[in-house]
């Protein structure tokens, strides 16, 4: 499997282990701090070659597996305003960020809220174009891992093993997403193909089974959906550390997130999120 071919046939765990160079860079500590410097102060100078590789590894990783991982690229200590100035800076020939929320946040903290990192996240997509996600810090405990699926890898495996369910996930699907952004309404395929000829996905199983027009039929191709995203040449587990940015182009790329018990004060876990789209 070859970067040149795997946005045609999608990719699997496996394939994603052995060839971590096609979607994962370390940015060593002396750019790190050229990045840093450079993008606090909104402008390039000593620190413009690490950016511009950077920048390159990221279209790349982008177009050929549909998510790109950045180890080390800032660093965790500085002030989630720092953070956002820079994280913007860096990114911003590769897309804005879109408001995530009714309150028109463009920059969130991701952290456990009662609880409710001990539930894992299913798959599913957001409503953007890229999910950027930039880890400040990690689960103690070893969870809260983030799960990836190809879509095209998931569709091919059901167009050959179930393609009556193939043909309902091309159909219009209703996702029903009210909630606190009020009133949203979403009616898309949860398969389809894109103009690029590549296989783009849609999906959140929670809205989409709130919708009241599921029939028998309609409840077993979710069913079977959620077994194949589930199998394990489908579903890769990555772990971000302090400084890591993911970035996940949803209409390629389904994701998740394991379970993960917190714990209080600052090594509670934190994730630093913005909903963005290409420019």
């Given at each position: 499997?070859?970067?040149?071919?795997?946005?045609?046939?999608?990719?699997?765990?496996?394939?994603?282990?052995?060839?971590?160079?096609?979607?994962?860079?370390?940015?060593?500590?002396?750019?790190?701090?050229l990045l840093e410097a450079d993008s606090l102060a909104e402008?390039?100078?000593?620190?413009?070659?690490?950016?511009?590789?950077?920048?390159?590894?990221?279209?790349?990783?982008?177009?050929?597996?549909?998510?790109?991982?950045?180890?080390?690229?800032?660093?965790?200590?500085?002030?989630?305003?720092?953070?956002?100035?820079?994280?913007?800076?860096?990114?911003?020939?590769?897309?804005?960020?879109?408001?995530?929320?009714?309150?028109?946040?463009?920059?969130?903290?991701?952290?456990?809220?009662?609880?409710?990192?001990?539930?894992?996240?299913?798959?599913?997509?957001?409503?953007?174009?890229?999910?950027?996600?930039?880890?400040?810090?990690?689960?103690?405990?070893?969870?809260?891992?983030?799960?990836?699926?190809?879509?095209?890898?998931?569709?091919?495996?059901?167009?050959?093993?179930?393609?009556?369910?193939?043909?309902?996930?091309?159909?219009?699907?209703?996702?029903?997403?009210?909630?606190?952004?009020?009133?949203?309404?979403?009616?898309?395929?949860?398969?389809?193909?894109?103009?690029?000829?590549?296989?783009?996905?849609?999906?959140?199983?929670?809205?989409?089974?709130?919708?009241?027009?599921?029939?028998?039929?309609?409840?077993?191709?979710?069913?079977?959906?959620?077994?194949?995203?589930?199998?394990?040449?489908?579903?890769?587990?990555?772990?971000?550390?302090?400084?890591?940015?993911?970035?996940?182009?949803?209409?390629?790329?389904?994701?998740?997130?394991?379970?993960?018990?917190?714990v209080p004060g600052p090594q509670a876990r934190r994730i630093?999120?913005?909903?963005?789209?290409?420019?």
């Open positions: 499997m070859t970067g040149t071919t795997i946005g045609d046939i999608g990719w699997t765990s496996e394939y994603l282990e052995s060839a971590r160079d096609v979607w994962s860079l370390t940015v060593g500590d002396a750019d790190r701090r402008r390039w100078g000593a620190g413009e070659q690490a950016y511009t590789a950077v920048r390159s590894f990221i279209g790349r990783s982008l177009d050929t597996v549909g998510f790109v991982n950045v180890r080390n690229v800032l660093s965790p200590e500085a002030s989630d305003a720092d953070l956002i100035t820079q994280l913007s800076f860096v990114l911003r020939e590769v897309a804005a960020p879109i408001p995530q929320n009714a309150q028109g946040d463009l920059w969130t903290i991701l952290r456990d809220r009662d609880g409710d990192g001990a539930t894992e996240l299913g798959f599913h997509c957001d409503t953007c174009d890229l999910l950027v996600l930039l880890c400040l810090q990690p689960a103690v405990d070893g969870g809260g891992n983030t799960k990836l699926a190809s879509a095209r890898h998931v569709h091919d495996i059901i167009e050959r093993e179930r393609p009556d369910v193939l043909a309902l996930l091309k159909e219009e699907w209703t996702f029903d997403r009210t909630g606190r952004a009020g009133q949203q309404i979403l009616t898309t395929p949860i398969l389809f193909t894109q103009e690029d000829g590549t296989i783009g996905c849609y999906y959140q199983t929670r809205t989409v089974r709130a919708s009241a027009d599921l029939d028998a039929d309609r409840l077993a191709a979710l069913d079977f959906l959620d077994e194949v995203l589930y199998r394990p040449e489908i579903a890769f587990g990555m772990r971000l550390g302090a400084g890591d940015l993911l970035m996940i182009r949803n209409s390629r790329v389904l994701h998740g997130r394991s379970p993960y018990v917190d630093l999120r913005a909903w963005m789209n290409e420019r």
